[in-house]
């Protein structure tokens, strides 16, 4: 009796926390609805002006989207390169000893931590605008995320299958071609696939601050108004990114359900190994040829790192306030992520949604919104609705929306049928059937994926103040611009520290939820 109440009243507690800090979340990012309706009418303007997309440089896009590819693909495979040997190092079961082993991971989750944009950022400010701070910037980022889903596929192998060739005397590196290299090799195929599909999505974002590819044109015809201009460029990335994300889907789950190179696929997977080949040698040829940009460079990026030391506090009252605000948008854009991606989610289901038609309409949609970079949200949102952080908000709800409503959908179509054909035979109706039958059994999965969501979230809003969008990002452009480097140390100092907190708070509870 004592333990139940005693559970009953830490449940409440717990509820009643969450509720406060969502309505502080609500509270210090401005959410308003009077706000909100008024953008939306400026937003349908700005989509009157998009139609009929302006298709004049349409070559001249289609340059830079490939420059885009290039630089994403080149950035993953520099950084997978990389990667590779560290996830061993990383990896309990592989690492030689404690120290390597702390060092490596540590030195893994500070590059993960900082998003791909703040590196961009101060590389365009010290090396200057082109494809190379891109490059640079996203094989700093691969290696940081690459190897964290490198070695937690070493350390779920079968330890077996490594005892038994060390028993035969063989050395480590014969251990790791003849035991490990065959048990990880469809999840590592499957984890590059994805960071491929990232990249290529997150570099269209990098172009705003400078570093290369179609986001530079982008901004530009923004800023320019230019918005039938906009449209064809937004047409051409979602188009690239889709297409993208589809063989992405395609290799990985053919590759993990064993049917990749299958006798009805033989051909159409050659060529995507042939063609994945060819992308490999042609971004390490690029890489090649940018060494003597790299090192003519590389004394301004030294210039640069000096002037950012010692860190320099600055007023830290305004640091704590955007820090705050940071928070509340991811906080609040994860909530309204997650009922966006709710709805998406059940017209999306095989086993709920039975019009094809309807189900093929809203897994395009959650397709657009998973496309689309969050800074790319933020910088309509900001024209529409103005500055500050309510705009952050809406850009991370509709970003994460897409990826959420994926996630979902296919917990939604794994779930167990038989508990909703035993509410159905009750003669229940499709609410009643989402209330007992379904959203019980995907609850668990659901807040797992939340707090993922809201983990990311909390990493992409610390740089969506870089076009106005609110958070601590307009702080860090701004000491950029003004060249206080040493205050923008801090500032990148105090986005480590909160994408680290937010990371290991949610692993943990990830963890507890699904324990």
């Given amino acids: 009796m004592y333990y139940s109440l005693k559970n009953f009243l830490n449940k409440y507690l717990i509820l009643f926390l969450l509720l406060i800090i969502i309505f502080y979340s609500f509270k210090i990012t401005e959410i308003d609805l009077i706000t909100l309706f008024s953008g939306i009418s400026i937003s349908f303007d700005i989509l009157k002006e998009m139609i009929p997309p302006d298709l004049s440089n349409i070559d001249t ?21 990389f990667s590779f040997p560290l996830a061993f190092l990383m ?17 893994v989750n500070a590059l993960r931590a900082i998003p791909e944009l703040v590196y961009a950022l101060i590389l365009v400010s010290s090396i200057g605008i082109g494809s190379l701070p891109g490059i640079i910037a996203i094989i700093l980022h691969t290696v940081g995320l ?28 014969q251990v790791i071609r003849h035991a490990i290299i065959p048990q990880i090799m469809p999840l590592f195929t499957g984890y590059t696939a994805y960071i491929y599909d990232h990249n290529i999505r997150v570099t269209v974002g990098l172009g705003i601050v400078g570093a290369g590819g179609i986001g530079i044109e982008l901004y530009r015809r923004i800023r320019q108004f230019h918005y039938d201009k906009v449209a064809t460029i937004i047409i051409l990335i979602i188009i690239i990114v889709s297409l993208i994300s589809k063989l992405s889907d395609y290799i990985r789950n053919s590759i993990l359900e064993g049917k990749f190179l299958s006798k009805k696929t033989k051909i159409f997977d050659t060529f995507l190994t042939f063609l994945s080949i060819i992308l490999i040698i042609a971004s390490v040829s690029s890489i090649i040829s940018q060494i003597p940009n790299i090192i003519s460079a590389l004394p301004r990026m030294f210039e640069t790192l000096k002037y950012m030391m010692p860190p320099k506090i600055g007023d830290f009252k305004e640091y704590l306030r955007l820090t705050l605000e940071t928070v509340g948008m991811a906080i609040s854009g994860t909530i309204f992520a997650s009922l966006i991606a709710f709805l998406i989610a059940i017209f999306s289901s095989k086993n709920i949604m039975k019009i094809g038609i309807i189900r093929s309409i809203f897994v395009e949609v959650a397709n657009f919104l998973r496309a689309m970079p969050d800074i790319i949200f933020a910088i309509f949102f900001v024209v529409a609705i103005g500055l500050g952080p309510f705009p952050g908000v809406l850009a991370l709800a509709f970003s994460s929306a897409g990826l959420l409503a994926k996630f979902y959908t296919e917990v939604i179509e794994n779930i167990d049928e038989k508990q909703i ?10 609410l009643q059937k989402l209330r007992h039958a379904i959203i019980p059994q995907i ?3 659901f807040n797992s994926y939340n707090l993922y969501a809201l983990d990311r979230n909390v990493r992409m809003s610390t740089v969506l103040g870089i076009v106005g969008a609110g958070g601590i990002g307009y702080l860090l452009s701004v000491t950029m611009k003004m060249m206080e480097y040493n205050k923008t140390t801090t500032i990148i100092i ?17 963890k507890k939820i699904l324990e």
Avoid: W
């Fill in 91 to 107: 990896a309990k079961n592989t690492s030689p000893n404690n120290y390597i082993y702390s060092i490596v991971k540590g030195g």
């Fill in 494 to 510: 105090i986005m480590f520290l909160t994408i680290l907190t937010a990371d290991i708070i949610s692993t943990k509870l990830r």
């Fill in 443 to 445: 609850l668990p999965l």
């Fill in 421 to 430: 054909e035993a509410i159905e035979a009750t003669g229940a109706n499709t």
């Fill in 146 to 173: 690459a190897t964290k889903f490198y070695a937690e596929a070493i350390e779920s192998i079968d330890q077996k299958q490594v005892e038994a060739i060390k028993s035969t005397g063989s050395n480590s590196l």
């Fill in 61 to 81: 896009y289609l340059m830079l989207v490939l420059e885009t590819i290039g630089v994403g693909a080149t950035g993953s495979t520099i950084g997978i390169l």
